[in-house]
């Protein structure tokens, strides 16, 4: 299949135009109302009826769908493109935007002054001198707003006005810079946090005492992986002795219903990509180069894995295994390339020797690509998976998806040379978590997820948020089922 010319891989002027017009189109609401208006006759007297036996709803982003700020120097490092932000073009924005990097020391300890400040609700960009907001999560708040849960942040702030009749819907912000079992855990405390909330708001609205309080989860993109590692182990790290971790589905006795929505179970081809390249994400953005986007753990267990032959040699069309840091070494990818001392000079200015830079960053890379290894065994590890919870999927099939790329291991030149259905960020396999990718046919589905539902829709990754059906099912899933 070949894939259509994207708004956002294009430089020419006009369709920068044409883009911004439609996404201003998008933040003006445009069949909003209406949508909204035809999904509370259906479900109002279900969304007005409020009992002590009504599941509380995390949502939790993707990569780059929560806000990120410096605590020190008040920028915003991710949410907002004009104004006081991290400017790629500089120095210190580019150092803010990264995570540190140190030699010998566990992706864990290496530490700065961001944090996360709520989910991505929206974006606030300067685009030829006209500030521009744009529609990000909002759908998916708004959604469950229809059905009577009342999200907390933007409810204080006035965002979405709720009325004041409900409070069960809650964001799980993340620095999605980080590694994802870091973030599972940080979900574990949240869970645990909104849980008494929610059982002390029962006992005073219903005189209900210690309820077994359960939550429902809507999780986009990479919120899918965090979600499905916390399910199985709750707030349990990765085995230290390096052994693959044994499902204890702890973070399972919480939940009843997980709903991912575009989640990369398999991974996306695309964040290899990012990683050798860079990225930019939208033709008025800065584009982020590929020694920042390196520093972040999360961007490497969003690899798709070897064994589906993602990534094969241009001579014999050879599986590589990406997730060896030699072969970054031999094809001078990302972190692994000489040339990129340059940017390393900007994130690593205290230290003068280009060897000694060289060395932190394949130090980085190392880590990186080992801890992406362990998650990637801890989470596709077939398990038997409790009656209790139910796990829903939306996917997307009908766009275009890079699947598979190609390295040619005179230049290290890497480019995509298959696409398959999908979103245009993840593919309808990889969602499905389909095992048939390793080449060995079945006519039936082998993924080592029980799915308990799957809806397809015909839109974009973060399109989805926004369809009407993606609304239906989601409340229909939450109120009804």
Same mark, same amino acid.
């Given at each position: 299949?070949?894939?259509?010319?994207?708004?956002?891989?294009?430089?020419?002027?006009?369709?920068?135009?044409?883009?911004?017009?439609?996404?201003?189109?998008?933040?003006?609401?445009?069949?909003?109302?209406?949508?909204?208006?035809?999904?509370?006759?259906?479900?109002?007297?279900?969304?007005?009826?409020?009992?002590?036996?009504?599941?509380?709803?995390?949502?939790?982003?993707?990569?780059?769908?929560?806000k990120?700020?410096?605590?020190?120097?008040?920028?915003?490092?991710?949410?907002a493109?004009?104004?006081?932000?991290?400017?790629?073009?500089?120095?210190?924005?580019?150092?803010?935007?990264?995570?540190?990097?140190?030699?010998?020391?566990?992706?864990?300890?290496?530490?700065?002054?961001v944090?996360p400040?709520?989910?991505?609700?929206?974006?606030?960009?300067?685009?030829?001198?006209?500030?521009v907001?744009?529609?990000?999560?909002?759908?998916?708040?708004?959604?469950?707003?229809?059905?009577?849960?009342?999200?907390?942040?933007?409810?204080?702030?006035?965002?979405?006005?709720?009325?004041?009749?409900?409070?069960?819907?809650?964001?799980f912000?993340?620095?999605?810079?980080?590694?994802?079992?870091?973030?599972?855990?940080?979900?574990h405390?949240?869970?645990?946090?909104?849980?008494?909330?929610?059982?002390?708001?029962?006992?005073?609205?219903?005189?209900v005492?210690?309820?077994?309080?359960?939550?429902?989860?809507?999780?986009?993109?990479?919120g899918?992986? %965090? $979600?499905?590692?916390?399910?199985?182990y709750?707030d349990?790290? @990765? #085995?230290?002795?390096?052994t693959? =971790? &044994?499902p /204890?589905w702890?973070?399972a006795?919480?939940?009843?219903n997980?709903?991912?929505?575009?989640?990369?179970?398999?991974?996306?081809?695309?964040s290899?990509?990012?990683l050798?390249?860079?990225?930019?994400?939208?033709p008025?953005?800065?584009?982020?180069?590929? %020694? $920042?986007?390196?520093?972040?753990?999360?961007?490497?267990?969003? @690899? #798709?894995?070897?064994?589906?032959? =993602? &990534?094969v /040699?241009?001579?014999?069309?050879?599986?590589?295994?990406?997730?060896?840091?030699?072969?970054?070494?031999?094809?001078?990818?990302?972190?692994?390339?000489?040339?990129?001392?340059?940017?390393?000079?900007?994130?690593?200015?205290?230290?003068?020797?280009?060897?000694?830079?060289?060395?932190?960053?394949?130090?980085?890379l190392?880590?990186?690509l080992?801890?992406?290894?362990?998650?990637?065994?801890?989470?596709?590890?077939?398990?038997?998976q409790?009656?209790?919870?139910?796990?829903?999927?939306?996917?997307g099939?009908?766009?275009?998806?890079?699947?598979?790329?190609?390295?040619?291991?005179?230049?290290?030149?890497?480019?995509?040379?298959?696409?398959?259905?999908?979103d245009?960020?993840?593919?309808?396999?990889?969602?499905?978590?389909?095992?048939?990718?390793?080449?060995?046919?079945?006519?039936?589905?082998?993924?080592p997820?029980e799915?308990?539902?799957?809806?397809?829709?015909?839109?974009?990754?973060?399109?989805?948020?926004?369809?009407?059906?993606?609304?239906?099912?989601?409340?229909?899933?939450?109120?009804?089922?």
């Open positions: 299949m070949s894939r259509e010319p994207s708004y956002f891989r294009t430089r020419q002027v006009d369709r920068t135009i044409q883009f911004t017009i439609a996404l201003l189109l998008l933040v003006a609401g445009a069949g909003c109302r209406g949508r909204s208006s035809e999904l509370s006759r259906i479900y109002n007297r279900a969304a007005t009826h409020h009992d002590a036996f009504r599941n509380p709803v995390i949502v939790i982003p993707g990569i780059m769908g929560s990120l700020t410096d605590s020190e120097t008040k920028t915003i490092v991710w949410g493109f004009s104004g006081q932000y991290a400017n790629q073009q500089t120095h210190e924005g580019i150092r803010l935007f990264s995570l540190p990097m140190q030699l010998g020391t566990p992706l864990a300890e290496l530490r700065d002054g944090s400040a709520g989910s991505l609700d929206q974006v606030d960009i300067n685009l030829l001198g006209l500030p907001s744009l529609k990000a999560y909002r759908d998916i708040l708004l959604t469950l707003g229809v059905g009577g849960y009342r999200d907390e942040l933007l409810g204080q702030s006035g965002a979405i006005d709720y009325g004041n009749d409900h409070y069960t819907c809650f964001q912000d993340y620095d999605w810079r980080r590694d994802n079992v870091e973030n599972a855990r940080r979900l405390e949240f869970i645990l946090q909104k849980r008494a909330y929610v059982t002390s708001e029962l006992q005073e609205r219903y005189g005492i210690n309820q077994d309080v359960k939550f429902d989860i809507v999780a986009h993109s990479m899918g992986l %965090v $979600a499905r590692y916390f399910l199985r709750g349990a790290d @990765l #085995p230290e002795n390096g693959i =971790a &044994v /204890t702890a973070g006795k919480f939940v009843d997980a709903i991912l929505v575009g989640t990369p179970n398999a991974g996306a081809i695309d290899l990509e990012y050798i390249n860079g990225r930019s994400f939208a008025f953005i800065p584009k982020y180069s590929s %020694v $920042a986007l390196g520093t972040m753990p999360a961007i490497y267990q969003l @690899l #798709p894995r070897p064994r589906h032959r =993602a &990534v /040699t241009q001579r014999d069309a050879e599986p590589i295994d990406f997730l060896d840091v030699n072969v970054w070494k031999e094809n001078r990818w990302g972190l692994a390339n000489p040339d990129a001392d340059t940017s390393l000079r900007k994130l690593l200015p205290e230290n003068e020797s280009a060897d000694r830079r060289n060395a932190i960053a394949l130090d980085h190392h880590k990186c080992r801890r992406a290894r362990r998650f990637f065994e801890a989470i596709d590890r077939p398990a038997p409790p009656p209790n919870l139910r796990i829903h999927l939306f996917a099939d009908a766009i275009a998806t890079a699947a598979q790329g190609v390295s040619d291991l005179k230049t290290g030149q890497f480019k995509i040379v298959d696409y398959q259905p999908g245009g960020t993840v593919t309808r396999a990889s969602t499905l978590m389909d095992e048939r990718l390793d080449g060995a046919w079945s006519p039936r589905l082998r993924s997820i799915w308990q539902s799957v809806q397809f829709l015909f839109k974009s990754h973060l399109g989805m948020t926004q369809d009407a059906a993606f609304a239906d099912n989601v409340l229909f899933l939450l109120l009804e089922l």
